[in-house]
């Protein structure tokens, strides 16, 4: 295994729930290092770009940090009605927090340096565009010297990986404090089952498994592109159904229980083989498959099985686990959070006498989504090494490769997808609303797809441009 393979993830870089609390009421009355971040006043200003869902989320998150006030004071998207949505939202939640004037609000593809422009050094942009954006904004980020937080995936392809790793870089060379959205890793439940599994509670890890198997989800199953929407505009609202802008359903979505089955394991997988297909495709033109499997090897010969499927009507579970020569072991079940971490004696983990461990419940100050700015804003304050970009474009990195196996159906190293060529999107830092897309349809609307044994160096060939 490489150094790239094996680094970045001694996970001592979060702090345990009773040492985030003592931290919290440590703070009232402590001088502040003025360099950590901005405001005289004491106040950490945000900017937020990709106010979807999730940005929303985000923003709401940093607002509600119990280590010192926040403000919201900028905002940018393509889409005029997401940021008002966002907006509206935000204002009506957070009220004074959200200060943010017409003038702030900025539409457009160059909307990320005007929102970035509002903010002083060291206030926090986050980045909660699709993945395909994350490079290009991050790198006005550091130039700004801007504390950042990003959404996962962090990178799609080889090269935007090894982009980031530079910026990573160059981040932690200014010192920048950067979070990425893998907020399981954050979550005190996971936390303690990771230390137990460290102690050898459950044995050396052999085996670990990740199941994402829904029904179709967030628009990676999407329908030819209606008139009155761009072409460019159409694959962006709509970006998990594009390899170009997410990575596609397999990047978005696997890369949580991808991430913490690796946390658990120390290790990133050196290689990966998969299998996938499109079943039921009706008037879906997307780029995605139904069902994809995946068998990792870590360096020691172990395994990490997964499985993701999109189809309603069958089995569904969003999982993972753990399994090691003396018991096994529940990293998650059921979505993201609660996580119901437990550990087990046997390999049997329906046997209730062989429970060994489970976490203690888990309110709402577990919660990782909001743990997690709380552990940035902490380490702004305080200023703390703090930087997730390494592990995030590893994990985002691990993930592509998983899917670059399925769609190419060959076995495809963690060095292989590193070193890849293949770039998405190699214009993404130049789009323009009226400019072309990324991906051309052909002549019916439909987009190329993986066509494994077909294709084997690259997950798709795009369709020449008239
Ligand atoms: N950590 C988690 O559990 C979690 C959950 C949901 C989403 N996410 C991640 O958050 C990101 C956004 O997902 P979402 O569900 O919020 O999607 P979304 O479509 O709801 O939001 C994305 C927003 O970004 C805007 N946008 C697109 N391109 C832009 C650009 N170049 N500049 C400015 N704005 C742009 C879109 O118009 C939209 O408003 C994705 O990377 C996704 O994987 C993470």
């Known amino acids: 295994m490489t150094d790239t393979a094996t ?18 009421s440590a703070l009232a009355g402590v001088a502040i290092p003025k360099h950590a971040y901005a405001a005289e006043n004491n106040t ?31 905002m940018a998207d393509v889409f005029p009605n997401r940021l008002n949505d966002s907006y509206n939202n935000l204002k009506k939640s957070f009220d004074k927090k959200v200060d943010v004037s017409e003038g702030a609000k900025f539409i457009g593809f160059d909307g990320y340096k005007k929102a970035m422009d509002m903010l002083n ?13 994350r490079w290009v904004q991050f790198e006005y980020a550091i130039e700004k010297g801007l504390n950042v937080f990003m959404e996962k995936p962090i990178t799609v392809d080889g090269p935007s990986t090894r982009r980031m790793l530079a910026l990573y870089e160059k981040a932690k060379a200014k010192n920048l404090k950067v979070g990425v959205g893998l907020m399981c890793r954050h979550c005190p439940a996971r936390n303690e089952l990771y230390d137990r599994i460290k102690n050898g509670e ?36 709509n970006f998990h159904a594009f390899l170009w802008a997410s990575g596609g359903g397999f990047s978005d979505f696997l890369i949580h229980n991808i991430d913490e089955c ?16 499109r079943h039921y495709r009706g008037d879906y033109v997307d780029q995605n498959f139904d069902t994809y499997t995946v068998e990792y090897t870590f360096a020691d010969g172990s395994k990490m099985m ?24 529940v990293i998650s079940t059921s979505s993201h959070w609660p996580s119901k971490a ?52 590893e994990a985002s990195l691990v993930t592509a490769m998983g899917r670059a ?55 798709y060939i795009e369709f020449p441009t008239a």
């Open 7 to 24: 680094s970045g993830l001694s996970r001592r870089d979060v702090l345990k729930t009773t040492g985030r609390v003592a931290a919290v």
């Open 44 to 74: 950490v200003q945000l900017a937020l770009v990709g106010c979807g869902g999730r940005g929303t989320g985000a923003a709401g998150n940093a607002m509600s940090v119990t280590n010192g006030p926040t403000k919201l004071v900028a």
């Open 121 to 133: 050094p060291g206030d926090i942009v986050m980045l909660t565009t699709p993945p395909a954006f």
């Open 202 to 237: 459950i044995g050396d890890l052999t085996l670990l498994r990740a199941y994402r198997v829904t029904g179709p989800t967030g628009s990676a199953f999407a329908t030819k592109k209606p008139e009155g929407i761009s072409e460019l505009m159409y694959q962006i609202r």
């Open 262 to 277: 690796c946390w658990m394991k120390d290790a990133w997988p050196v290689e990966a083989k998969g299998f996938g297909g």
């Open 306 to 329: 997964l499985e993701g499927r999109g189809m309603p009507g069958c089995h569904s579970e969003f999982a993972s686990y753990a399994h090691g020569t003396k018991g096994s072991a």
């Open 342 to 393: 437990r550990m087990y004696k046997s390999q049997n983990m329906t046997r209730k006498d062989d429970l060994v461990w489970q976490c203690k419940t888990e309110g709402p100050a577990d919660n990782p989504y909001q743990v997690e700015w709380n552990d940035l804003l902490d380490a702004i304050r305080n200023d703390k090494p703090y930087n997730e970009v390494k592990r995030g474009a």
């Open 405 to 459: 196996a399925c769609h190419t159906g060959k076995i495809v190293t963690f060095d292989e997808m590193l070193a890849h060529e293949h770039e998405f999107a190699p214009g993404v830092n130049e789009l323009d609303l009226e400019g072309p897309a990324p991906l051309k349809a052909d002549k019916d609307g439909k987009y190329p797809v993986p066509m494994p044994g077909l294709l084997k160096n690259r997950e």
